[in-house]
């Protein structure tokens, strides 16, 4: 059986047993490389969920504050971030369910297009390692491992730290691998501060980001609020474009769980895990912490220890 | 008329030392209209650009005035666009967003006097799509890859050359002063064949639709359409004919400027009352307002859909949350 065999098998289940009221997953997308988050609450639509290397979205988002009964087909970051919000008092445990799934990475579309020169694609095989794509006279097979997200490429975690059944086998954890970080650490200011200008100046400011975000909840976002308002609103301001980022990474300083999840969203193509797994990295250096690693750890800032630096302070 | 390729460059690079050009241009990786002044940067070879035609008439954040108060008094300076501007290769569909538009910004309540002078002052060149991708459904929003609706000059891509119309008399005009040699009889055909032989997909049926969504306020289709819904405003933002917009003082000690930005149904703020009431609470009233204003009520006002067809909304949905599904769901429903 595949992995999408079993995921229905087991959803279904769940639904006839009436064990769970509904069961988050993906289903086939209207598009090429495309997945659709879905929901099934019967278990003849447990028959549309599927798995492939396009179920990019994190689904912790739609787990969030619910007070049904949720079992949720789940990857690695996905769990990650529901480890982080059960211990943040956003997720109640006992109502989740976990099918966990180890991801061997999700297919990022914008590398895609770069690969094949941004030609339309009509058609897409997965063959395993491979993409073989297709469109109007051309076709090209790509190897999956190239056109993967970077939060993909990087991952620790692809084998959910969590869960109530595993689909497949668990995979290998890989060595951590801040590469493209320390080679942003590596420019000078002035070059790193040309880059975020640019990369900012991108920005239509639609928070497609931060609605992604499993850990971006705030009931009331700062860039939201009207008296004060803390920020310019429009996006023609590249400073305050980069201030909303700048107090996002800040609030999710020690929570960030490096999904990736805001750069999917982007439809600017703008690259913000340089931002958010740079705050990733230095927590790790600094406080030794990661989040959603486990359901014992507190979270980063939410703790003191003696041998936290202080080097930072005055 | 016709024009080989390589003269356009050329052509762009002469008007715009009278005219601002505005043109579509590959920026960072992404297809965006700029300001150019030498045609060589013009990239017409696109299948859509990333954000939208409106922003030309319709910036994203536009400063309507600035003020200064001071000891003698307050001293305020509008900031009304009226630069001559000539926008060239606008796909089809955005040129019909224009035209749409136009119904918003002066109607019988209100004149909007920042968008009708840019609008008088700008002349459009639309450029036929002779690959129309297959997000693009114009050919079913009444609108269509070779629709000239809006367009004062119209090119048909026949491969070393542009086949060229005048369609209004402004684009006349400015095409008798280029001085272009005519198109032979054999040109002429093969333009006209590409024109009505060209089509985008053509069966999202919208015949009814406007009425039966007037009958489906409350009905239960709307829990579950929006479920996956993130609720950002990519969808918005990036759509062609979405004009909401919110209005900011920005303000300094004696100094500051009134600021038009573009809003979005699918952000709570846009409905947030000063009480603190919310009549559009979730994400379930806010789609319902999204299809509602598209396909209903814009269409009950000025009896066109709000919709052009261009697919940037399916294109840039973080969740593939496809219109072109909605609206059929809407239709098989009893
Ligand atoms: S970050 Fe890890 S778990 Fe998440 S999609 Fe990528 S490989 Fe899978
Ligand atoms: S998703 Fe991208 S464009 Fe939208 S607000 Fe975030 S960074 Fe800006
Ligand atoms: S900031 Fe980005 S990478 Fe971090 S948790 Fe949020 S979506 Fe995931
Ligand atoms: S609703 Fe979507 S397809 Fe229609 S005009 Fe707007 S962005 Fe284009
Ligand atoms: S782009 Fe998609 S996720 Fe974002 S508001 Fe629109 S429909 Fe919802």
Known sequence: MNTTEKIREIAKQLLT???????????????PLRSTPYFARTPEQADNLIWSATCENNLANFV??????????????DVRAMVALIKEGQINKDNLTIIGVPCQGMIDRK???EAIGCQEILEATDNGNELILKGKGFEKTLAKEDVMFVSCKTCQYNTPVIFDELIGEALPGKEANYDDIAAFEALSPAERNAYIAKEMSKCIRCY?????????????????????????????????????????????????????ACERACPMGIKLSLLNRKMVKDVKELYGAEAGVNLTDPPALNTHKFEDKEDFML | MIINKNEIAGILTKLAEEYRVIAPVKKDGLVQYAAIKNGEEACLDYANTKKPGKEILFPQSEELFNYTVSAEGVRMQDNVDKEA????????????????????????????????TRRANTLIVGLGCNEPASTCFCTSMACGPFAKEGSDIFLTDLGETYFIEGISDKGKELLAKLGLSAASEEQKAAAAKLQTETKADGSINIEGLAEKLGGMFEHPFWDSLHEKCLGCAACTYLCPTCHCFDIADEAKDCEGCRVRNWDACMFPLFTLHGSGHNPRPGGKARWRQRLMHKFNYFVERYNATACVGCGRCIKNCPVNLDIRQALAEVRALD
């Not at chain 2, 290769?89 to 909007?112: A, I």
Request: charged share 25%; with cysteine.
């Open chain 1, 208 to 260: 497609a980001c931060r609605q992604a975000c499993p850990m971006c909840y705030c009931s009331e976002c700062f860039v939201d609020c009207g008296a004060p308002a803390w920020i310019g609103k429009g996006a023609q301001r590249v400073d305050d474009n980069a201030l909303f980022q700048t107090v996002r990474v800040l609030h999710l300083a020690g929570r960030c769980v490096d999904c990736g």
């Open chain 1, 17 to 31: 047993d009436k064990k769970v009221d509904l069961v988050v997953g993906f289903a086939q997308g209207s598009l």
């Open chain 1, 111 to 113: 590398q895609v297009c």
């Open chain 2, 85 to 116: 501007t000539i926008v060239f290769g606008m796909r089809p569909c955005d040129v019909k967003s224009l035209v749409l538009l136009d119904n918003v910004f002066k109607n019988d309540q209100y004149t909007d006097v920042y968008y009708l």
């Open chain 1, 64 to 77: 969030r504050k619910r007070s049904d009964k949720v079992a949720v087909i789940a990857k690695g970051c």
